[in-house]
C-alpha cells in the first residue's frame, strides 16, 4: 500500500510539472484472479484508473489516451520488460480545471515462482519461476503528435532510459 501511495505522489508531481495545462494521473489497480499456492501459481488482473485535468481555457476535443501496460519476463537468463497490452482512446475535457476519468480494460497477468515439488518418495525437483508478471504503465495525452500530459511508473521509467 505504502508503494502504491509514493508511485501515485510521484506521478502527481512529475505530471504537473511536465504540463502545466494538462496532468495526468493514474492510479493502477489489482484483482487477484486465482492463486494455486501449492504450485506457487498466481493470476492478476491490472488495470489503470485515469484523471485528466485541463486547466486551459479551452476545451480539448478529440485528444487521444495512450496507455500501455508493462510486463517482465520471468523465464531465467530472459531478463526483459515487454508490454503486455496497450490501446487507444478518443477523449474530451472540458476547459477550467474539469477533469475525466477512464477505465483501461483489465489485463491478466500470469506467472508461477520458484518453488520445489515433490517427485518421489525423497526427492524433489526445482520448478523456476515463469510467465509474465506486471511490472508498470505508461502513459501519455496526446493532440496529434504533440504530448499534452505524461505519467509513467518509475519501474518502467528506468528501463525507457
Same mark, same amino acid.
Given at each position: 500500500m505504502k508503494t502504491r501511495l509514493a508511485i501515485l505522489c510521484t506521478l502527481l508531481f512529475a505530471s504537473a510539472a511536465m504540463a502545466g495545462s494538462v *496532468? &495526468? *494521473? &493514474?492510479?493502477?489497480e489489482v484483482e487477484k484472479k486465482s492463486t494455486d499456492l501449492v504450485k506457487e501459481e498466481y493470476v492478476t488482473a491490472h488495470w489503470l484508473r485515469v484523471r485528466i485535468t485541463n486547466y486551459t481555457g479551452t476545451k480539448l476535443e478529440g485528444v487521444t489516451l495512450k496507455w /500501455? $501496460?508493462? /510486463? /517482465?519476463?520471468l @523465464? @531465467? +537468463?530472459a531478463d526483459t520488460l515487454a508490454v503486455e497490452k496497450s490501446g487507444e482512446m478518443t477523449v474530451s475535457v472540458d476547459s477550467s480545471g474539469r477533469y475525466v476519468d477512464i477505465e483501461t480494460p483489465k489485463v491478466a497477468f500470469d506467472y508461477v515462482r520458484t518453488h520445489s515439488e515433490r517427485s518421489g518418495r525423497r526427492s524433489y525437483k526445482l520448478v523456476e519461476e515463469? +510467465?509474465?508478471?506486471y511490472h508498470g504503465f505508461h502513459v501519455q495525452v $496526446?493532440? +496529434?503528435s504533440q504530448v499534452l500530459g505524461e505519467a509513467v511508473s518509475e519501474s518502467v521509467r528506468k528501463h525507457l532510459k
Open positions: *496532468t &495526468v *494521473t &493514474v492510479k493502477p /500501455a $501496460l508493462y /510486463a /517482465a519476463n @523465464r @531465467r +537468463g515463469s +510467465g509474465k508478471k $496526446l493532440s +496529434g
